[in-house]
Each structure stands twice: as C-alpha cells, then as structure tokens.
C-alpha cells in the first residue's frame, strides 16, 4: 500500500506560480511513475504529467508543456509540480497518484493510489 498526501495549493492570480508537494508513505519502493491530474466540477479528470520514479523522465500534456514541471526527491519520497504562468483555465482539484505497474501512465485508470487533492485557483 503506497499513503499519498498533496499540499501546497491556494490562490494566485494570473501570470503567477505555484508548486505543489506530493508526500509519499508506506510501499513507496514499489512505486513506477507518480502523475499529476486535475479535475474540475462536472469534468473528467485530466492528465496533468507523470515521473518515472527510476529514471526520472517526464512526460506533459500538451497544454503544460513549458510551463509546468515536475521533479522528485527520492531520498524524502516526495514529487512537486511545479506550476508557472499559471492561467485561469488551470483553476481546479490538483491529485498526485502512484502507479506501480507497467502500462499507459496517462490514464488515470492505470493508478491504484491517490492523494485526496489540493485546490488550486487562478484569479484574473
């Protein structure tokens, strides 16, 4: 069983930054990949990005690329997103989530543990 705990959300407004933390406890050496989603009311969770926890490469979804990054420090099991110019588009429910299986790390499907979500808003 892999714990995952999510902070570092809040309110910024247009242009500005943030970085979000995800905290990982328990089984964490057999986690693959931790992603990022994001999810508002009334839509599917998005895919935000994913880390591969060996190797440390990232993938983005097309409209963070450039200007979200995420990073990890394995020695504190901890992965950030790191978020600029941030626009209100990207207001929503931010979650973290572990995966520690083969298989597509852009579906949300794919990952059997997840944080409970930070919000993040973007004012105008």
């Known amino acids: 069983q892999v714990q995952l705990v999510e902070s570092g959300g809040g309110l910024v407004q247009a242009g500005g930054s943030l970085r979000l933390s995800c905290a990982a406890s328990g089984s964490t050496v057999t986690i693959y990949d931790v992603g990022w989603f994001r999810q508002v009311p009334g839509k599917e969770r998005e895919f935000v990005g994913f880390?591969?926890?060996?190797?440390?490469?990232?993938y983005y979804a097309e409209p963070m690329k450039g200007r979200f990054t995420i990073s990890m420090d394995n020695a504190q099991n901890t992965v950030y997103l790191q978020m600029n110019s941030l626009r209100v588009e990207d207001t929503a429910v931010y979650y973290c989530?572990?995966?520690?299986?083969?298989?597509?790390?852009?579906?949300?499907?794919?990952?059997?543990?997840w944080g409970q979500g930070t919000q993040v808003t973007v004012s105008s």
């Open positions: 989530a572990a995966k520690n299986t083969a298989g597509s790390s852009i579906r949300s499907d794919q990952y059997p543990y």
């Open positions: 880390i591969s926890r060996a190797y440390g490469a990232t």
